[in-house]
């Protein structure tokens, strides 16, 4: 792990390693052909970690779920544990029934075949067309070539073939000490953009060296992730095989963390800083977005307060559709957040944009409007609302609204 | 009463009378320039009754509340009555702090002044730009004028001057009969479009010449908004003016309704369709739409149950978008059903695009594409899902969702 970190100095080859940042994961992909006429591009991934590794995972809240959403769900529930994860896009193997379950089972047992693995030991995610069978004996063999091609420096690779709409591959990086061993977080997403016909999804992939008491795991990723992706959103869609995952192989050699370990709070904080990067990252590329939107909210009852009025400011598409035009509508702002179903008192609540203050006490104030519209024609723009004397404190990311975003979804298969 | 529906046998002369349908009530509508550069289009609205009316209101759930919401709604609260209401577009009266309630009290004073009545008596509503305060010389000029100007038949000019973005007057009108006497119901709304430069905001008035019991006209109401006005939606941000009003002068003469009377659910009825007229035209007349979306559950558990996927399915930017392409994405239908956030079973699901099954058990079926494409481009768009066995059904109204929405809320001020 030192030595790993001691080669590679440069920060973007660095953060170029995502998922295999971390001692002992390797990563591979392949252009399997999932997405009929883009056979050129890759769209398997297979993550692999040289141990059993504790495993955590968070999983879509919608009703309708796809096989590889129940299946992994049901396999970290059991055992906490996994060695390998499989994904595909171009295809989000959900509403597919029974054939479906069947698929995702298949792409288990090959997986752990070519490593030696037990079938239980393989995660899965899909993403793409909703529907649609998986083509198998694409999936078959470009899990075949992706297990040849893994590497220890695979990270990009893997962070590339999970992509669909997205314009760019998202990854992150973090390096800590625990025990006095460095310690790595790696990790990899994609966007929340809608896909080709139907779907937003995000996929996350986290990985981390640290030996993590599996039990404490999934408090782990649930504190990060609260403070990350559920702080995001592109269009207020919520995907039917949305999927982070968290894998720990302890080759670090610290001690198991657990909540009573000194640095507990240095590995979530990392953890989280990590999540952060990948959110922000989906955020800025939402469908059709030109720029990131972050806005903080300080003063609220409480930090789950701030977060839901956060959260309102950024899902609201007279907000967003306001940035996209350089417009410092703050009435908007301010309307959004009285509407995030919060206690809080608007003739008490300031609004800035950037460093101008746009509205005082819930009122106008003069101020220089073409200050503002620079800050709004800026990436990010930094939106804060003060909101009482509160020490609940929270942000949110999300994007613009823009023409764009109807174009790639109303016209997209016609 | 019976007279003016005997000369009144063309049912668009009849649909115009609109508010002013039912016996008893006046109207009338100014142009006093309150929207600047705009002087020509009136703005300032009266609505009048002979004699007191039994007052029912429902206001905007938004912590952010105009001052005429402020002050209508104590009104009806503490004595149930009104007997004017004015409205002005243009400005929503909003983030006005203390001078914006004072402004409210001048609208109230001025009015009732002009009638002979209490200040009390009158309900105000306004809808426009927010944090910007009334230009107080034009709104009592033109409340001077439009009180001038009122008539039995002013509905039509008074439906003209409440709009803002909408693109047409939003009347209906209902005749039944309760205690062999003829009862009408007459309704305007406007469009939850955003308005420059700032807000949507929904206003509707239902007035009657029932004879309806204070106590129990706001249980009628809240039933009418209930499977109206709560089942639609255009851009999911709720403004800070919305306002229903409903006034009930009792000039028909039939003995007050309450539920114990025998036409209490006739009553009811027919203010149902006529609110569910004027939402289903709010919904239409979204920013940038170009067709009504009616999307109808059957099956849920409850009728509650299946309103909240009726109205995930209309509200989802994915649906949206669908349609407005002519796409039968039906994965983008069963998504939002399925984070609608209430119980049902996917896998026992189906879905139609008008007449053509799309979806057979949470999964695909053959299904001729050409004739749902058909469906899709026409106007209104009916989709429906039956999600299970149960009795819950209900419909919820929505739109497309277009470039010009973007346009419209992007670029206005710029």
């Given at each position: 792990?030192t030595d ?12 170029s390693l995502g998922v295999?940042a971390?001692k002992g994961?390797w990563?591979?992909a392949a252009?399997?052909g ?8 890759t ?7 040289e ?5 955590a995972?968070?999983f879509?809240?919608?009703r309708?779920?796809?096989?590889a959403?129940?299946?992994?769900e049901?396999?970290?529930r059991?055992?906490?544990?996994l060695?390998a994860v499989?994904v595909?896009s ?6 597919t029934g029974e054939?479906?379950a069947?698929?995702?089972l298949?792409?288990?047992v090959?997986?752990a075949d070519l490593f030696g ?8 995610a899909?993403t793409?067309?909703i529907g649609?069978?998986?083509p ?16 220890d420096?695979g990270?990009?690779?893997f962070a590339?073939a999970i992509l669909?709409?997205?314009t ?10 625990v025990d006095?061993?460095?310690v790595?977080i ?7 953009g809608m896909?080709h016909?139907?779907m937003?999804t995000m996929l996350a992939?986290?990985t981390?060296?640290?030996a993590v008491?599996p039990?404490f795991?999934?408090?782990?990723l649930?504190r990060?992730v609260?403070?990350s992706?559920?702080?995001?959103s ?17 080759m670090?050699g610290?001690r198991p963390?657990?909540?009573e370990h ?6 979530v904080?990392?953890?989280?800083e990590?999540?952060?990067d ?5 955020a800025?590329?939402g469908?059709?977005?030109?720029r ?6 300080e003063?609220a009852g409480?930090?789950?307060?701030a977060?839901?009025?956060a ?11 306001a ?5 410092p509508?703050?009435?908007?702002i301010?309307?959004?957040a009285?509407?995030?179903?919060v206690p809080?008192?608007?003739s008490?609540t300031?609004?800035y944009i950037?460093d ?8 106008a104030?003069p ?6 519209r ?5 990436d990010?723009?930094p ?16 994007c613009?609204?823009t023409?764009?975003?109807?174009e790639?979804n109303?016209h997209y298969?016609?």
């Open positions: 792990m790993r970190w001691d080669e590679v100095r440069d920060v973007d080859r660095r953060n295999t971390p994961f990563a591979g252009a399997a999932v997405r009929d006429g883009q056979a050129g591009r769209d398997i991934a297979i993550l692999y970690s141990v059993p590794a504790a495993a995972g968070m879509t809240t919608n309708v779920r796809a096989a959403v129940e299946a992994t049901a396999r970290i059991q055992q906490r544990r060695q499989v595909n171009g295809n989000a193997n959900a509403c054939q479906g069947a698929d995702v298949t792409m288990q090959l997986t693995l037990d079938a239980g030991d393989i995660g899965v899909s793409g067309v649609v069978p998986l198998m004996d694409r999936v078959s063999k470009g899990i075949e070539e992706a297990a040849k091609k893994i590497r420096d990270g990009r690779a590339e669909t709409t997205d760019y591959p998202k990854e992150a990086v973090r390096q800590i000490e006095g061993r460095p790595a790696g990790g990899a997403a994609k966007g929340s896909i016909p139907n937003a992939f986290l981390t060296d640290a008491d039990v795991l999934q408090e782990a649930r990060a609260d403070a992706f559920h702080c995001i592109v269009d207020g869609d919520t995907s039917t095989n949305d999927t982070v995952l968290l894998l720990a192989n302890g670090a610290n963390l657990t909540p000194p640095e507990w709070d240095v590995f904080g990392a953890l989280t990590t999540a952060v990948l959110a922000k990252a989906i800025r590329d469908e059709g977005a030109t990131l939107i972050e806005a903080a909210v003063g409480s930090a789950e307060d977060r839901r009025i959260k309102a400011v950024i899902g609201s598409s007279l907000v967003k559709t940035v996209y035009g350089a417009d509508n703050w009435g908007r301010l309307c959004a009285g509407y995030a179903g809080f008192d608007p008490r300031d609004i950037g101008v203050c746009v509205c005082r006490g819930g009122a104030v101020f220089d409007e073409e200050a503002a620079r800050v709004l024609r800026g990010p723009v939106l804060r609302l003060v909101v009482g004397e509160g020490a609940g404190r929270a942000v949110a990311w999300g613009d609204l023409e764009r975003y109807i790639i109303a298969r016609t």
